[in-house]
């Protein structure tokens, strides 16, 4: 899967107003619109489902039934925000159902695969102790370190963590997503960090 | 103060590793059909008879099936012991009608070996004052006697008592049960 950029994540002009049509055929019953809708934004909303959860099963469900519910909605879907907005906003609140479900049992971590691509950034070749044997040794230990101090943090500041620092979008994206105020998703971004910070102190001096 | 993007640089580098997690190859290409699948079975889902959609949730998972099933079990068994306790109590007033309504059992009298007569056993019946009718049997051994319309005791301390009591007019309110013991006559069979 190729990493998702910042600078990809935001929706250019033209995909909005391709995107309008497509929902409009999707509306009128066509199918293969709605299939391509999905096809757009399968990866991110399976990468917010993903990241909130740790869980590659659960993420699987979680998106699949975001998409479902959209389709079933779609007839209400007005277009007063974007449909990858709308789209974001089911899956988001689905998932923080699913983990309101879940909150009195121990996160299962099931964690996809890293990229073949990772080995070699420098940034996270930085990170990964030399005295390490195998360089993807290391990696995968940094990863679920990290996915187990992403697993402490409340659903709220995780989201936050995930759509900003992970999915690239911007703060004002991020508060109609979570139907808050920017101010909001600024001071949670904060406390998550300083929290992620003081649990990875260890591997992020 | 030092902006969180700076403070944080370390952990942000960090972060970027989670953009490298990737679902297996061709996940997405089988996710786009599953999502299609499951829209297409929402869509006959939908077209499906009300009745054929309730019996399909209620029989979905086998837990909800059993619970399903135990709790109409419950609602029969209910609904048949109400029913029955119900239909007891009408047969118990329809029995003692149809018992009171029954002739009495043809039993020989045995014949007094007379009235008065301290030995044998007395016959005494007793026309309350409300007209009932009561036949009482007075064992020979208490010396009881039958003069005037009342039975006195011979000996007060020897006398076993009254089987029960004959109804005083005072206190009759209802209409007073008429009680027939074994051996006894009726009064048309006596004579009296």
Same mark, same amino acid.
């Given at each position: 899967? !190729?990493?998702?950029?910042?600078?990809?994540?935001?929706?250019?002009?033209?995909?909005?107003?391709?995107?309008?049509?497509?929902?409009?055929?999707? +509306?009128?019953?066509?199918?293969?619109?709605?299939e391509?809708?999905?096809?757009?934004? /399968? /990866?991110?909303?399976?990468?917010?489902?993903?990241?909130?959860?740790s869980?590659? !099963?659960?993420?699987?469900?979680?998106?699949?039934d975001?998409?479902?519910?959209?389709?079933?909605?779609?007839?209400?879907?007005?277009?007063?925000?974007?449909?990858?907005?709308?789209?974001?906003?089911?899956?988001?609140?689905?998932?923080?159902?699913?983990?309101? +479900?879940?909150?009195?049992?121990?996160?299962?971590?099931?964690? *996809? *695969?890293? *990229?073949?691509?990772?080995?070699?950034?420098? *940034?996270?070749?930085?990170?990964?102790? !030399?005295?390490?044997?195998?360089?993807?040794?290391?990696?995968?230990?940094l990863?679920?370190?990290l996915?187990?101090?992403?697993?402490?943090?409340?659903?709220?500041?995780?989201?936050?963590?995930?759509?900003?620092?992970? +999915?690239?979008l911007?703060?004002?994206?991020?508060?109609?997503?979570?139907?808050?105020?920017?101010?909001?998703?600024?001071?949670?971004?904060?406390?998550?960090? /300083?929290?992620?910070?003081?649990?990875?102190?260890?591997?992020?001096? | 103060?030092?902006?969180?993007?700076?403070?944080?640089?370390?952990? &942000?580098?960090?972060?970027?590793?989670?953009?490298?997690?990737?679902?297996?190859?061709?996940?997405?290409r089988r996710?786009?059909?599953?999502?299609?699948?499951?829209?297409?079975?929402?869509?006959?889902?939908?077209? $499906?008879?009300?009745?054929?959609?309730?019996?399909?949730?209620?029989?979905?998972?086998?837990? $909800?099936?059993?619970?399903?099933?135990? #709790?109409?079990?419950?609602?029969?068994?209910?609904?048949?012991?109400?029913?029955?306790? #119900?239909?007891?109590?009408?047969?118990?007033?329809?029995?003692?009608?149809?018992?009171?309504?029954?002739?009495?059992?043809?039993?020989?009298?045995?014949?007094?070996?007379?009235?008065?007569?301290?030995?044998?056993?007395?016959?005494?019946?007793?026309?309350?004052?409300?007209?009932? &009718?009561?036949? $009482?049997?007075?064992?020979?051994?208490?010396?009881?006697?039958?003069?005037?319309?009342?039975?006195?005791?011979?000996?007060?301390? #020897?006398?076993?008592?009254?089987?029960?009591?004959?109804?005083?007019?005072?206190?009759?309110?209802?209409? #007073?049960?008429?009680?027939?013991?074994?051996?006894?006559?009726?009064?048309?069979?006596?004579?009296?």
């Amino acid at each position: 899967m !190729e990493p998702i950029h910042p600078s990809a994540e935001t929706a250019s002009s033209s995909t909005e107003i391709s995107d309008r049509t497509l929902v409009a055929r999707a +509306q009128m019953g066509n199918d293969s619109a709605f299939e391509e809708l999905v096809r757009r934004y /399968q /990866q991110r909303i399976y990468g917010l489902c993903y990241h909130l959860t740790s869980n590659h !099963e659960d993420a699987t469900d979680l998106a699949q039934d975001a998409f479902v519910k959209a389709w079933k909605a779609l007839r209400t879907f007005k277009g007063d925000s974007s449909f990858y907005t709308w789209v974001y906003r089911i899956a988001y609140n689905s998932v923080l159902n699913h983990l309101k +479900q879940r909150r009195y049992r121990t996160p299962h971590l099931s964690l *996809d *695969d890293l *990229d073949f691509n990772a080995e070699h950034t420098p *940034d996270l070749v930085e990170l990964v102790s !030399e005295k390490t044997p195998r360089r993807e040794a290391g990696l995968m230990e940094l990863q679920k370190r990290l996915n187990e101090a992403m697993q402490k943090l409340s659903p709220e500041h995780r989201a936050v963590v995930t759509l900003h620092d992970i +999915q690239g979008l911007a703060h004002d994206e991020i508060a109609r997503i979570m139907d808050c105020n920017p101010g909001t998703v600024r001071s949670r971004l904060f406390y998550a960090r /300083q929290q992620l910070q003081a649990w990875l102190s260890d591997i992020t001096p | 103060m030092e902006s969180p993007q700076n403070q944080s640089q370390p952990l &942000t580098r960090l972060l970027h590793l989670k953009r490298f997690e990737a679902p297996p190859p061709g996940f997405h290409r089988r996710f786009r059909a599953r999502v299609m699948t499951r829209i297409e079975m929402e869509r006959e889902w939908a077209e $499906l008879p009300w009745f054929h959609r309730a019996l399909t949730a209620l029989t979905r998972q086998r837990g $909800l099936a059993l619970a399903n099933g135990v #709790a109409l079990a419950g609602v029969a068994f209910l609904g048949v012991a109400t029913f029955h306790i #119900a239909h007891t109590v009408v047969n118990e007033e329809d029995e003692f009608q149809i018992y009171a309504a029954l002739p009495l059992p043809s039993i020989p009298s045995r014949e007094p070996a007379g009235l008065g007569s301290a030995e044998g056993a007395m016959l005494a019946q007793v026309e309350g004052a409300v007209g009932a &009718t009561h036949s $009482l049997v007075l064992p020979a051994s208490t010396g009881a006697s039958w003069s005037g319309g009342r039975v006195a005791a011979a000996d007060p301390g #020897a006398a076993p008592g009254w089987l029960f009591d004959p109804p005083s007019g005072k206190s009759r309110k209802a209409p #007073a049960p008429r009680f027939v013991l074994p051996g006894s006559v009726r009064s048309s069979d006596s004579g009296q």
